[in-house]
């Protein structure tokens, strides 16, 4: 048995809308293995919290999901019917959403959305179930579970709804956790406890970890590896020391100019940005998205799709026209 | 250049989604439509109707209608107990109908605006005031009231308009009220305050026009609420007196006959049901396609 | 919650006086209660004798406070016309139009409530235009024509119900479709609407990636939440339904207070009418409190302060 927890091929998602077919992801390829942390990284629009979904299958109706293969622990969940996926869902998949404020029912406790996930998925008698339930708090760092279990979402803070939300996917022991921004809408400080929590369960769960956001302190934290996504397409790819010493696609190169580093960036001196807009995704769309922003870009961009290419090292990839020795080292 | 599809330009797209939402709404179109009709006919009944409507002829009583094959087309409608004919009846019914609809909605309108406006954009005590007094007219039977004081006053159609309009000026206070709050509590007002505008100012030229969205609305629904209300209190015959032709009253006189003469009942009926779905019809349209989130 | 209660109880209390008032004020209004008593035939003598044993000369606010702290202990005035305790009177009718409201009201929710859900289950679909169709014309259909084409129908060409008295449940179930299909519109709309709002929360999407079945997050999820304002619309609605009775009972000839109501004002007897008023008004008093309190108590955002 491979170490492999999740791979999908070719993922798109397109949404009709009154002008036209959104394009919203492009042919996305991904995987995880065990033990390892994915961090999907881009900037509001760029498709990820759709890629994360369509992974799960909860798609809103009209989104229209097409994959080439999607395997769960190297077996195909491509074509699961809605109950099969059900099954799934929440067992041996877990989501955690951006905003811990409104994922929770707020007419139901705390320990009753706990024991309906476990009862849902394993056969347990309602004590037993309220006894893992509350053996799962305390592992997310919740003291006075007990009570806990009794108490109303209202009446739990944000960093504690959240680790609620990560306690509620670990009830089965999942082999995968997809985490959609789960710590932007909270306190820095909430931040990175949570963060460091989620380091710590995934050693002890052996679980792949799916981490979906727009900062890159996150990302520098908590990767393995990374995925750039720009305008619904994967543009670099690859472990998190490559990404950082060495970021081969344009964007992501203009992405570490945006950062200021302690030490190398000057006081008064302009920070880093990328000039332009993201393009519209709606209908057909011919070469390279970001070739209008791009310093780089040649008439060979636009024409026809952009593959994606290995850097040097053949665990990195990126979507560019130009080679990696034409490539210009940025300081 | 990077090619794509859609050329959407900013200015075309605000007219572009009107026309959209208007296509899509047939319903206020149907309504709108026989709006108008109704009213046309009720300001030339004089014209349109082929007889006098308080015309007796007691040797052509209970006249089928044409489409009977004891009917005539003398008698388009047939006729009542009284021989009147039906159709101009039912023409000059709409008057009635209408004229204390707009009539009965006028006045509460008036009334529940004034109210309703004062509450949002003073707040404090008189908003508590009127709250309170909302609440209380809406604890009060409107059926019940309406009918004594009828019976008290005497029915006629003046009597008629006014209980209703001071009885049905509970919504309009309330949709005014949450309007005027939200408004209130928008930055362009608090500019104009600031610059000096006295508060009677603000009020006309700030608050008023972008509540007149949702006063267009609410009035046609009480138009449609009045209209319901004068025939069923006219049908209890605590409303427009005999020999007045309103479509009530027409069903009330039908009523003991109802089962061999059918007709008597049914055609003031359809005609109430039409006009009262046309006006709601008309109001839900303009809701939608000015305001579609304000649904429900 | 104890505090919203108290809250909410003062000011129900507050309401009843003010409708009581008006209510009592309202009938002195251009009649003479002494001549409504007296009779068509009465001299002036007489009149002016019924109005000092009365106590009608008296300033209306002192006539007020009587008749409320009778009133207040369960005296409601004798019927001019039916010569027997108003209170029993009422008392003895309303059985009928509280069968008739429960029924209705429960009619309407059967009704409207699948089809709301249905409908926000599947927005623009067949059955969401079937609903909403059904919901406009509902609107627009006067209830004493319906109920007389109900008659016609049913009761004379299909015989399948008879036409009045109260004396068999099949007696109640025109009146009760009659009463009740005014309500289903607005209940219907109000749970399409709250179920719409609800199926697109975050916590519903949490729901459904925690692997529930699909039945499970509509009823125990989504509805319990939408179902909350449908709770209170279907009170204040049910307290309407008692006005609403005076028509439908009229036609039906069924004894209840509705019918009551119709017979008093036709024939002038104020004590019963105002009786009515009070008696009708506290009802929807007293029906929107518990409504208020049955709101808070289903939202623990509001029940656990």
Redesign the interface.
Known sequence: MSNRVLSVENLSVDIPLADGVLHAVDNVTLHVDRGETLCIVGESGCGKSLTSLAL?D?LPKKAIRTIASLDLNDASILNYS?KQ???????RM??I?Q?PM???????TIGNQMV??LR??RKLSNAEAQDLAKQTLEKVGITAAEQRLNQ?P??LSGGLRQRV?IA?TLLCEPELIIADEPTTALDVTIQAQILLLLQELQAEYDMGLILITHDLGVVARIATRVAVMYAGQVVEQGTAEQIFENPMHPYTRGLMRCIPVPGRTQPGEPLGSIPGMVPSLIGRFTGCRFADRCDLVKDACRKGDVPLRDAKGKTQGYRCVIEPRDMTKVA | MATSDSQTSAPNKGFDLLRRRVRGHQ?MIIGSVIVVSVLLIALLAPLLAPHDPYQQDLLKRLVPPVWDSRGSWEHVLGTDHLGRDYLSRLIYGARISLLIGIGAALISGIIGTIMGVMAGYFGGRVDMIVT?MI??R????????A???V???GGSLQVVIAVLGLLLWDRFAVVMRSSTLQIRSMDYVAAARAVGCSTSRVLMTEVMPNVVNNLIVITTIEI?HAI?LE??LS????GVQPPMPSW?LM?SEG?DM??FE?WL??IP?VA???L??AI??MG?GVRDITAPEN?? | MIYYTLKRLG?AL???L??SF??FG??Y???DPAIAMAGETASDADIEAIRKLYGFDRPILVQYLDWLQRALSGDLGKSYYFRTDVSALIGERLPTTMTLGVCAITFAIVLSVPLGVAAAIRPNSLIDRLALFLS??G???????FA??LI?FLS?NLRLLPTSGSDTWLHFVMPTVVLGYYAAPAIM??T??GMLEVLS???I??????????W?VLF??AL??AIIPVVSLAAVQFG?M???S??VE?IFALHGAGFL??ES??R?DLPT?QG??LV??LF??VL?FFADLLNAW????IR?N
């Open positions: 799960m909860l809605e996926m059900s099954d799934v869902r929440g067992n877990g989501m959403f905003e409104t994922s929770l029912n707020p007419a139901f309906e996930t849902r998925h109303y209202h009446q939300m509620m | 319903g309170f609440t209380v809406l604890s009060m039977p409107v059926v019940l009231v009918l004594a004081v019976a008290i006053v449609a319901i025939a069923a049908f209890l015959g605590l009530g069903v009523k109802m089962l059918p009942i049914t009926g109430l049901f039409l009262v779905l709601n019809l839900d649904r429900n | 000011l507050l309401v009843a003010t409708v008006i209510s309202l009938l209004l251009s009649s406009v014309m609107q627009a259909l006067p209830s004493f024509w007389l084409m016609v004379v709309r109000l399409r609407t929360t975050d916590y999407r949490t729901a459904r990636a925690k692997g529930l079945r699909p499970v125990k999820h319990r939440n309407f008692l006005g609403g005076i028509v009229t109501a119709w004002i036709t002038n009418v009515l008023i009708f008004s929807y008093i929107t289903l939202d623990p955002r656990i």
